[in-house]
Structures are given as structure tokens and as C-alpha cells.
């Protein structure tokens, strides 16, 4: 047994080949991304998309704007009155960048309050 482990200590850990040369570990990838800076989305024409969380589905309408939220006709605060909700819908935007920058239009229909906050946020 010990004979094994010596021999598995004596072996030679040889570099990464590709032929007759070594190859260097590098990255692809653009170093300013990659530093933290967030690509901010271009700011053109209005847009849809369609969410769904559990049993909820969010249908969205993001038009160039001025912040406005209204989900099944209601503001963002009365259709949300929890803040935590509010949160879980509005931070898209706070990642991004772009908090005012867009109306939201959404029809939200099954599942509970919850669901449907996470079904918006997908959308």
C-alpha cells in the first residue's frame, strides 16, 4: 500500500499541451463588463412580454414614459399595497438603471398576490 502512494506522490504533474506547446490559461471575455459596469438597454420604441409564476400570468407592456404602473386598470399601489411586492416588481428597472423611464401596462390574471408579483417581474 505504501509502495501505491509513493508512486502516486513521485508522479509529475505536467501543463495543459496542445501539440508541441503549452497553452495559457486566458479569458475571452470584455474586461469593462466584467468589472461591474451594467449594459444599459436602448431606450427606442415600446415592447411586450408575458410572464408566469406558478399559477399567475402577467401580461406587459413597457412604453417609453414617465414611470406610470397600471396592473388590471390600478396603480402600482393599489394593486400592490405591500411594499415587499412593490419591490419584487420595480427592481428590473433599479438594476438596470431605468426606474422613470418606462410606463408599465399589465393585465395579471390566476394565482395569488405573490405569484403574481413574480409573474410582472418576468414579464
Given amino acids: ?6 508512486e502516486n506522490l513521485e508522479t509529475e504533474v505536467k ?11 486566458r479569458t475571452d471575455s470584455n474586461p ?8 444599459r438597454p436602448a431606450v427606442v ?16 407592456r413597457l412604453i417609453p414614459g414617465t414611470g406610470e404602473w397600471k396592473i ?14 412593490q419591490q419584487i416588481v420595480s427592481e428590473p428597472f433599479a438594476t438596470t438603471g ?15 398576490v405573490t405569484g403574481q408579483a413574480g409573474a410582472l417581474r418576468l414579464g
Fill in 1 to 6: 500500500m505504501t509502495e501505491n502512494a509513493n
Fill in 98 to 112: 431605468m426606474e422613470g423611464n418606462y410606463d408599465v401596462v399589465a393585465r395579471i390574471v390566476g394565482g395569488g
Fill in 32 to 39: 469593462s463588463v466584467a468589472s461591474g459596469d451594467a449594459i
Fill in 72 to 85: 388590471n386598470g390600478r396603480t402600482l399601489d393599489e394593486y400592490f399595497p405591500n411594499k415587499v411586492h
Fill in 15 to 25: 501543463p495543459f499541451t496542445e501539440g508541441d506547446h503549452e497553452i495559457a490559461y
Fill in 45 to 60: 420604441a415600446p415592447g411586450h412580454g408575458t410572464g408566469r409564476r406558478k399559477q399567475a400570468i402577467a401580461r406587459v
